[in-house]
C-alpha cells in the first residue's frame, strides 16, 4: 500500500478514537450537571452545559494557530503526539472534578493542547496527491466525525451501564490509544533544517499573508458558520429526547443514539462524496451539502417521537458528509506549499469559534425559543451560508478564469 494510503487510514483510525473520546459526555453531561453536581432547572443546566462543552473550543480558538505554526517548522507528527497524549491526561483528570467550575477549567485546558485532528488534516494533505484530495479528506472526515457522533452513543450506553464518572477514564484511555497507534505508524518526511532555514513570520503576519488569497476568508467563515449551526441545539439534546420519550427508562442510550445516528451516514457519505468532489468539483458538492442540511434541520423541531427525530438525524449525516472536507480540499487547494499547517490552523480556529459559540448562544437562546427555535435557527442559518457561499466562490471562481 502506498504510505499515503497508510497515513491517511491510520489517521483515519485515530480520529475515530480521539473525537469518541471526546465526545463521549455528551449524552450525559447535563444530566451529570443535574444529578451528580446539584444544579436544578433547565435553563441554569443549559448554561452551564453550553459553557462547558464550549470552553475547550475557547482556548483551542487561541491556540490552534500556534500549534499550525509549529507544525509547519517541526513537523506534523510531533504535533500529533503533543496533542493526543497530553489530553489523554487532562481526560483522566476530569473524573475526579467535583463542581462545575472543574470541568469548565479542565475542558479550557484540554483546548489549550488540543489539535490532534486538525495536525492530521495537516499531514494528510502534505502526503496525498492533489488529484486524490478530496477522497482523502472524506475519508479522514468519516472517521472523525464518526467518532464524533458514534461517541454520545457510546458514552450513553457506558453511563447507563457504570455510571458518569468512569466515562472520562475511559475516554483518557481511547486518545492515549490513539496517540500510540499514531507514534508507531504514521510516517512523515519532513525536513526540519530546511524548515528551520525558511524566513519564521509571526502569527499574525501569516494570517494577512493567507487571508489576500480571496478564497480563503470565505472559507474559514463557511467553517464557522457550519458548526455555529450544527452545535447550538446540542447541550439540550438529552432534554428534548427525555421530552420526546416521556420516561427516564434507558434515557442515556437514546440520548446518545440519536446524537450518534448522524454519524452512522455520515461514515457512509463522507468517502462517497469526497470522491464525487475530485470528479465534479468540491464547490459544487459543498453547496448541495449545506442546501441539504439545512432542509433536514428544521423538521426536526416538528417531530412527536424519538424515531421521528432519528429519521431527519439520519438524513441530515448524509449531508452533513460533504461539508468539512470539501472546505478542507478547498482550503488544501488555495494554500501555498509549505504553509499548509498554518492554513488548517486557522481553519481550525473558525471551527473551535462555531463550537464555541454555537452551544454559548444555544444554551443562552433555549430559554426563550426552547430548542424546537433553535433547529429552525439553524436551519436558516445553514440556508444562508448556502446562499451567500453560491455568490461568494462561484463569483471569485468566475473571476480568477477571467
Known amino acids: 500500500m502506498q504510505r499515503w494510503k497508510i497515513n491517511l487510514f491510520v489517521l483515519m483510525g485515530g480520529n475515530f478514537l480521539v473525537m469518541a473520546g471526546m465526545t463521549m459526555i455528551i449524552p450525559f453531561?447535563?444530566?451529570?450537571?443535574?444529578?451528580?453536581?446539584?444544579?436544578?432547572?433547565?435553563?441554569?443546566?443549559g448554561v452551564w452545559a453550553g459553557l462547558i462543552f464550549a470552553a475547550n473550543f475557547i482556548t483551542s480558538f487561541l491556540f490552534q494557530p500556534l500549534w499550525g505554526k509549529l507544525s509547519d517548522k517541526y513537523g506534523r507528527k510531533m504535533m500529533l503526539l503533543r496533542s493526543g497524549f497530553g489530553m489523554s491526561i487532562v481526560m483522566v483528570?476530569?473524573?475526579?472534578?467535583?463542581?462545575?467550575?472543574?470541568?469548565?477549567?479542565?475542558?479550557?485546558?484540554?483546548?489549550?493542547?488540543?489539535?490532534?485532528?486538525?495536525?492530521?488534516v495537516a499531514l494528510v494533505s502534505a502526503t496525498t496527491p492533489k488529484e486524490r484530495m478530496g477522497f482523502a479528506m472524506g475519508t479522514l472526515q468519516s472517521g472523525g466525525t464518526a467518532g464524533a457522533i458514534?461517541?454520545?452513543?457510546?458514552?450513553?450506553?457506558?453511563?447507563?451501564?457504570?455510571?458518569?464518572?468512569?466515562?472520562f477514564y475511559i475516554t483518557g484511555s481511547l486518545l492515549f490509544l490513539a496517540s500510540a497507534i499514531s507514534w508507531i505508524l504514521v510516517r512523515e518526511k519532513f525536513d526540519r533544517e530546511a524548515a528551520a532555514r525558511k524566513p519564521q513570520i509571526s502569527v499574525i503576519r501569516g494570517f494577512r499573508d493567507l487571508m489576500v488569497i480571496r478564497q480563503l476568508p470565505v472559507l474559514l467563515t463557511i467553517t464557522f458558520l457550519i458548526?455555529?449551526?450544527?452545535?447550538?441545539?446540542?447541550?439540550?439534546?438529552?432534554?428534548?429526547v427525555q421530552n420526546l420519550h416521556g420516561t427516564t427508562e434507558n434515557l442515556?442510550?437514546?440520548?446518545?443514539?440519536?446524537?450518534s445516528v448522524?454519524?452512522?451516514?455520515?461514515?457512509?457519505?463522507?468517502?462517497?462524496?469526497?470522491?464525487?468532489?475530485?470528479?465534479?468539483?468540491a464547490i459544487r458538492i459543498l453547496l448541495i451539502a449545506l442546501g441539504g442540511a439545512a432542509v433536514m434541520?428544521?423538521?426536526?423541531?416538528?417531530v412527536g417521537t424519538v424515531g421521528q427525530?432519528?429519521?431527519?438525524?439520519?438524513?441530515?449525516?448524509?449531508?452533513?458528509?460533504?461539508?468539512?472536507?470539501?472546505?478542507?480540499?478547498?482550503?488544501?487547494?488555495?494554500?501555498?506549499?509549505?504553509?499548509?499547517?498554518?492554513?488548517?490552523?486557522?481553519?481550525?480556529?473558525?471551527?473551535?469559534?462555531?463550537?464555541?459559540?454555537?452551544?454559548?448562544?444555544?444554551?443562552?437562546?433555549?430559554?426563550?425559543?426552547?430548542?424546537?427555535?433553535?433547529?429552525?435557527l439553524s436551519g436558516v442559518l445553514l440556508l444562508a451560508t448556502c446562499l451567500w457561499a453560491t455568490q461568494a466562490l462561484r463569483a471569485q471562481k468566475t473571476a480568477k478564469i477571467g
Request: charged share 10%; hydrophobic share 50%.
Open 262 to 281: 448522524t454519524g452512522i451516514s455520515n461514515m457512509i457519505c463522507s468517502p462517497l462524496l469526497g470522491k464525487l468532489s475530485d470528479r465534479i468539483g
Open 150 to 167: 458514534l461517541g454520545p452513543f457510546i458514552g450513553g450506553l457506558l453511563a447507563d451501564s457504570f455510571g458518569y464518572r468512569p466515562i
Open 309 to 376: 427525530l432519528l429519521v431527519f438525524r439520519f438524513l441530515l449525516g448524509c449531508f452533513m458528509g460533504g461539508m468539512i472536507p470539501t472546505v478542507n480540499s478547498l482550503v488544501r487547494k488555495y494554500t501555498p506549499d509549505g504553509m499548509e499547517s498554518r492554513a488548517f490552523g486557522f481553519n481550525s480556529s473558525a471551527l473551535s469559534l462555531g463550537n464555541m459559540m454555537g452551544p454559548v448562544i444555544g444554551g443562552a437562546l433555549s430559554g426563550f425559543i426552547g430548542i424546537e427555535g433553535l433547529f429552525i
Open 297 to 302: 434541520l428544521i423538521p426536526q423541531a416538528f
Open 252 to 259: 442515556a442510550f437514546y440520548a446518545g443514539f440519536v446524537s
Open 93 to 120: 483528570m476530569m473524573g475526579f472534578a467535583t463542581a462545575p467550575w472543574h470541568l469548565l477549567v479542565l475542558r479550557m485546558l484540554n483546548g489549550v493542547i488540543s489539535g490532534y485532528v486538525p495536525a492530521a
Open 227 to 240: 458548526q455555529f449551526a450544527m452545535l447550538s441545539p446540542m447541550p439540550l439534546m438529552p432534554l428534548y
Open 29 to 45: 453531561l447535563s444530566l451529570y450537571l443535574q444529578k451528580d453536581l446539584g444544579l436544578t432547572g433547565e435553563h441554569q443546566i
